[in-house]
């Protein structure tokens, strides 16, 4: 046995069982049919390992309001 198994091995035998937390409030998935008006800032995230995005932010104070897919591919 490799040494670094055997001390995995070891490190899984000195720890207990883990013990599951409080249970996980499930989260509500909610889409806007359109971004909120207002003044707002359109950042280009352009990816290369898969599709672009436009993320919607508020001109005031740069908060979140969503987001668009371009629909680009590097």
């Known amino acids: 046995?490799?040494?670094?198994?055997?001390?995995?091995?070891?490190?899984?035998?000195?720890?207990?069982?883990a013990f599951a937390q409080d249970?996980?409030?499930?989260?509500?998935?909610?889409v806007k049919e359109t971004i909120d008006e207002g003044p707002n800032l359109f950042v280009l995230s352009q990816e290369w390992k898969g599709p672009?995005?436009?993320?919607?932010?508020?001109?005031?104070d740069f908060a979140m309001k969503g987001n668009m897919g371009p629909g680009t591919t590097a």
């Open 1 to 17: 046995m490799k040494s670094t198994t055997a001390a995995f091995v070891a490190l899984a035998a000195l720890t207990g069982p």
């Open 23 to 30: 249970a996980i409030e499930p989260e509500t998935l909610t």
């Open 52 to 60: 672009s995005s436009i993320n919607v932010l508020g001109a005031e």
